[in-house]
Every structure is written in structure tokens, then in C-alpha cells.
T-cell receptor, first 113, second 115 residues
Framework: EAGVTQFPSHSVIEKGQTVTLRCDPISGHDNLYWYRRVMGKEIKFLLHFVKESKQDESGMPNNRFLAERTGGTYSTLKVQPAELEDSGVYFC???????????FGQGTRLTVV | GENVEQHPSTLSVQEGDSAVIKCTYSDSASNYFPWYKQELGKRPQLIIDIRSNVGEKKDQRIAVTLNKTAKHFSLHITETQPEDSAVYFCAAISRPTDSWGKLQFGAGTQVVVTP
């Protein structure tokens, strides 16, 4: 089966610009998560979708981050305007309700200069 | 909320030796502890997990132990091989009735296996 795919794999943008990251979860997975790893630190939870609804967005850093999940399929994470501290690797993961395992995408490495 | 600490941050071992990574967690309600391996340029992948009703679990050369009283769990890799070189992350779930995916991760351990 196809895994979780993320696009783009890398993005370099200037401070103040906007970037949109995309995640396609495994087909049939209702749970979709966004995580971020900054500067070699821990992978931190950002938010959780169940289908198209935001179940938990307690990890979102601030209102410059906006996540959507259209029709309960793919998800986008938009950062607007980007700041230097937003640099890091953004991971998406998905899981089903019947399985404990969260499957990760390869991540998007975001660099804000 | 849950806080997971992981040690060491880097670990260099000779091929064939054992490697041990230790994690502690803060929330006594946590009941699921997965370990993820991330090879260079690849996605994090689950390699083993343990639930709070089990003290130890083994899968070939890897094993995980859990001490609920002390709130720590460890990953053991025996007979290490070069392909074991990767970053290893421990994680814990602090809300057992919620979806499993909201993981609290440790900071990761860079394991280097030298031939």
C-alpha cells in the first residue's frame, strides 16, 4: 500500500513569505497528525484531524499556522507569514482507528531565511 | 502534560556490541510506548512498541523494557550492525482513551555503528 506522502520535500523561503505544505495520508486513515522537529530537538505534536475535523490543535505555535483537511482526505499546513523560528522538519502521520501505529511521511524540510 | 526525556543524545558502538537507549516519562497515565527509527533521509518508522501491561517485549535483536513504577523504558539492540545506524526516538501516549497518534517524543538518539 502507498505510504504517507508529503510535498514538497524541501522548501526555502524568505522571512515574511507564505508556504503551504501538503500531506496525503494512507487511504482510509481517518486520523491525520502534523508534527515538527526543530534543530535536532524532539518531534513535537502540532495538531490532529479526525476526518475533516480538528480534534486537537493544542500544539499549534500561533495563529500564523493554519491547517486544513479538505473532505477528510489530504491536508495542508500553511505558514503565513513565515518567521525564522519556523524552520524545521514538518512531519505528517496517519493512523486508523483500529491500529495503534502512526505511519509517518518523509517530512518537509522548511528553511526560512 | 506528558514530558519524555531520552538519553544519550548520541551513541557510538562497535559492530557486534549492544546499544541501550533510555527514556523517562512524567505522566503515570501513559500506557503506550513506541520506538521509532529514522534512517538518514527517510521517514520515522515504528520498530517496536510496548504497552503498560507488559514488562518486556522482544523482536529478534531488539527488545524494549518498561518499568512503570520508575516511569522509564529502554530500547536494547544486541549484535549491532551498520544498518542499525540511525536516529531512534522513544515516545509515550498520555491520553489512553484518545487516538494513539498524539505522541510525546523524546529528543532522539543518534546511533552510529562502526565496523
Amino acid at each position: 500500500e502507498a505510504g504517507v506522502t508529503q510535498f514538497p520535500s524541501h522548501s526555502v523561503i524568505e522571512k515574511g513569505q507564505t508556504v503551504t505544505l501538503r500531506c496525503d495520508p494512507i487511504s482510509g486513515h481517518d486520523n491525520l497528525y502534523w508534527y515538527r522537529r526543530v534543530m535536532g530537538k524532539e518531534i513535537k505534536f502540532l495538531l490532529h484531524f479526525v476526518k475533516e475535523s480538528k480534534q486537537d490543535e493544542s500544539g499549534m505555535p500561533n495563529n500564523r499556522f493554519l491547517a486544513e483537511r479538505t473532505g477528510g482526505t489530504y491536508s495542508t499546513l500553511k505558514v503565513q507569514p513565515a518567521e525564522l523560528e519556523d524552520s524545521g522538519v514538518y512531519f505528517c502521520a496517519s493512523s486508523s482507528f483500529t491500529d495503534t501505529e502512526a505511519f509517518f511521511g518523509q517530512g518537509t524540510r522548511l528553511t526560512v531565511v | 502534560g506528558e514530558n519524555v526525556e531520552q538519553h544519550p543524545s548520541t551513541l557510538s558502538v562497535q559492530e557486534g556490541d549492544s546499544a541501550v537507549i533510555k527514556c523517562t516519562y512524567s505522566d503515570s497515565a501513559s500506557n503506550y510506548f513506541p520506538w521509532y527509527k529514522q534512517e538518514l533521509g527517510k521517514r520515522p518508522q515504528l520498530i517496536i512498541d510496548i504497552r503498560s501491561n507488559v514488562g518486556e517485549k522482544k523482536d529478534q535483536r531488539i527488545a524494549v523494557t518498561l518499568n512503570k513504577t520508575a516511569k522509564h523504558f529502554s530500547l536494547h539492540i544486541t549484535e549491532t550492525q551498520p544498518e542499525d545506524s540511525a536516529v531512534y526516538f522513544c515516545a509515550a501516549i498520555s491520553r489512553p482513551t484518545d487516538s494513539w497518534g498524539k505522541l510525546q517524543f523524546g529528543a532522539g538518539t543518534q546511533v552510529v555503528v562502526t565496523p
